[in-house]
C-alpha cells in the first residue's frame, strides 16, 4: 500500500474532480443507455429478491443456450443504477452473450458487505433463471466497472455450495475488473468517501480480493492507461497476489480515463470487448 495522506488519496480516487467532462460522459451513457433499453430484446426490472434495489435488466440474444454476462455497475458502492450502464449491453448481446444488469442498495444505507451479499443472490438467481432467457447456467462470466470490479472478483471468490445447496461450486466461471479496487484499506482513509461506505480496519481487510486466495476461476484484469497511480497500482496488485494463472490478463488501456475505459466493452472493436468475448467463449475473443 501506498501513502495515506488525506489530500493525497482524495486526488487519487476522486474521478469526478479529476476528470473534467464527466457531467458530459455521464449524460452520454444516459442517452445510450436509454436507447439501448428501448432497442434491445429485454426485460426489466426483474425482482431477485425482496431487499432494496434488488431488481436486474435482462438483454437476450438470438444465439440459444447463450454464456450469460452479468455486469455490475460502479459508483464506489454508493452511486449509480443499473440503468446508468445499460449501453454496455447490446455489443456483448450482439456477439451471443445474454447479458444481466443488476442492481443493488447503496451506501450508507446499506454496508459493502451487505451490498456483496446482495450480488450473491443476484448471482444466484441468474444461475436458476437463465435458461428462462435463453441462456446457459454452466456459462456465466461476471464483470464490473470500479466499485462493480471490486463485486466481481468477490464474487469470483464466492463458496457457492455454502449460499445454497442446489448452487455449484463453479457457478461464477470467470471474471473482468474494469478499474477495479482489490486493497480496501487505502479507501478507508480517502475523506470524501469515508463518512458513506464506513469501513473499518477489520471490514477493509475481510473485503479485499487482494487479501484473499486465489480463486479456482480466473480474472481478466484491466485499467484505463490515463488513471491515476493509485487506480494503475490497484490493478497491477491483484496479479501480484492471485499469480499469472489466476489473472492472465492485467493491463492498461492507452489512452482512456476511468470513465472512457468502459466505452471500450461497448465498442465491439476494442482489445476490452475482446477480453471479455474471450470469458464468454465466444468468436473473436482474446484470453491472454
Known sequence: MTRLDPAWLDAQYNNRARIAEHAQIFERWSNASALAREQSDCALDLPYGSGPNETLDVFRTDRPDAPVFVFIHGGYWRAMDKRDVSFTAPALADAGALV?????????????????????????WTHRHAREHGGDPGRIVVGGHSA?????????????PGVAGD??????????????????????????LAPDLRLTAASAKRLSPALM???????????GGDESEEFLRQNT????AWGHAAVPVCEAIPGT?????????ADAGSRLHRVAR?????????TR
Not at 443493488?104 to 444466484?124: F, G, R, S
Not at 496488485?237 to 501480484?240: Q, S
Open 100 to 124: 444481466i444488469v443488476p442492481n443493488y442498495a447503496l451506501c450508507p444505507a446499506a454496508t459493502i458487505e451487505q451490498i456483496t451479499l446482495q450480488l450473491v443472490k443476484a448471482l444466484a
Open 148 to 160: 462493480g470490479g471490486h463485486l466481481a472478483a468477490m464474487l469470483l471468490n464466492c463458496q457457492w
Open 167 to 192: 448452487l455449484p461450486a463453479s457457478l461464477v466461471k470467470s471474471a473482468l475488473s474494469i478499474s477495479g479496487l482489490f486493497e480496501l484499506e487505502p479507501i478507508r482513509h480517502t475523506p470524501f
Open 213 to 223: 486466495p486465489a480463486p479456482r476461476g480466473t480474472l481478466a484484469a484491466l485499467v
Open 237 to 240: 496488485l491483484i496479479r501480484r
Open 257 to 265: 480515463n476511468h470513465l472512457t475505459v468502459l466505452h471500450d466493452l
Open 278 to 286: 474471450g470469458l464468454l467463449g465466444l468468436a473473436g475473443g482474446e
